[in-house]
C-alpha cells in the first residue's frame, strides 16, 4: 500500500534521511522508532505533506505522491492543529469544510472520541487536544493515519485512554504509521517496526522477531548501588543506578546474581523481573550500532 525505496532528504548539506526503504501494507499498525534527532518527523512530513525529498520514490496505492494521493492521508503532528479561539465543534466543522464533508462526521467524531464540543480548544486539557488532533485528522475518514509521538506530555492515565481510541481503530481496519517515545505501550497495537537511527533504517520486523534479537527471554531489573556487575558473564545494559541483566533461566541466573552484588556490597532497592520488551531490542540495537 505504502513503499518508500532509497528516500533522502537532506538540509543545507545535512542529510536527515539517508536512502530509507520499507513498506507498509494494507491494515498494518507500522511503527517508528528511534532517538532524538534520527529523522522520524522529517519523514512522516515527507510521506504526510509531501515535503519535497531529493532522492528516491514514495508511491501509496501504486501512485506517486500528489495532491489527490495526499487526500488518502489523515496527519496528525506533535504540535497542536486546533485553532484556540473556535470550540472542539467549531474546529471540527472548519476541518469538514476543507474537505466538503458533512455535518454528521464531526458529530460522529465529537461522541466517539468523547469531546466537550463547546469547549474552546486553548481551554482543553493537554489529553483532550491529543484526542482533538486524533478527530481532526480523521474528519475525511482517510485510508492511512499517520501520528507523530502522539502521546508525547500526557499523563499516564490520558496516554492509556489515547492508546485504547488508537486500538479501537486499528482492529476497525485503519491502516497506521505511528512514531513514540512510549515503547512499551505503543508495543500492545504494532504490528512491525521500523528502528531508525542517524536517518537510516537499522532494523525492521515484528515485534516478535525483534525481541529474538536479543538472544534471551527474561530481563532481571536492578536498581540500587550496583557493585561487581562485571564480575557477571551475562549480557547487560547499565544506565545510571539501573542495570537490566538479560537470561534465559532466571531461576539459574538470579541466584548467582544477587550473590555477586552483595559480595561486593552493593545496596538493592529494587529487583524486577519480567520477560523481553521491544524497548529491551532497541535499547540492544541501538547500542550495537552505536558501538560500530
Request: charge should be neutral; hydrophobic fraction near 40%.
Amino acid at each position: 500500500m505504502l513503499e518508500l525505496k532509497k528516500v533522502t532528504k537532506q538540509f543545507g548539506g545535512v542529510t536527515a534521511i539517508n536512502s530509507l526503504s520499507f513498506r507498509v501494507e494494507l491494515g498494518e499498525t507500522f511503527g517508528l522508532i528511534g532517538p532524538n534527532g534520527a529523522g522520524k518527523t522529517t519523514l512522516m512530513r515527507i510521506i504526510a505533506e509531501g515535503l519535497r525529498y531529493n532522492e528516491g520514490e514514495i508511491k501509496i496505492f501504486g501512485k506517486d505522491l500528489s495532491k489527490e494521493v495526499l487526500t488518502l492521508i489523515g496527519y496528525s503532528p506533535q504540535e497542536n492543529i486546533s485553532y484556540d479561539l473556535l470550540t472542539v465543534e467549531e474546529n471540527l466543522k472548519f476541518y469538514a469544510d476543507l474537505y466538503n464533508i458533512s455535518y454528521k462526521r464531526v458529530e460522529d467524531l465529537i461522541n466517539i472520541f468523547k469531546l466537550p464540543k463547546d469547549k474552546k480548544a486553548k481551554d482543553l486539557s493537554g489529553g483532550y487536544k491529543k484526542r482533538l488532533n486524533l478527530a481532526i485528522s480523521l474528519i475525511h475518514n482517510p485510508k492511512i493515519l499517520i501520528l507523530d509521538e502522539p502521546s508525547t506530555g500526557l499523563d499516564v492515565s490520558s496516554r492509556r485512554e489515547l492508546w485504547e481510541l488508537l486500538k479501537n481503530l486499528r482492529d476497525e481496519g485503519k491502516t497506521i504509521i505511528l512514531s513514540t517515545h512510549h515503547i512499551e505501550e505503543a508495543e500492545q497495537i504494532i504490528d512491525r517496526v521500523a528502528i531508525i537511527n542517524n536517518g537510516k533504517i537499522i532494523a525492521v520486523g515484528t515485534v516478535k522477531e525483534l525481541k529474538k534479537l536479543i538472544g534471551v527471554k527474561n530481563v532481571i531489573e536492578i536498581e540500587g548501588i550496583l557493585k561487581g556487575l562485571d564480575k557477571l558473564s551475562y549480557e547487560m545494559a547499565v544506565k545510571d543506578s539501573i542495570a537490566k541483566i538479560y537470561v534465559d533461566d532466571v531461576n539459574e541466573a538470579l541466584p548467582k546474581i544477587v550473590e555477586t552484588l552483595t559480595n561486593y556490597n552493593s545496596k538493592i532497592r529494587h529487583l524486577y523481573i519480567k520477560e523481553v520488551t521491544l524497548e529491551d531490542a532497541f535499547l540492544k540495537i541501538i547500542g550495537e550500532y552505536n558501538e560500530n
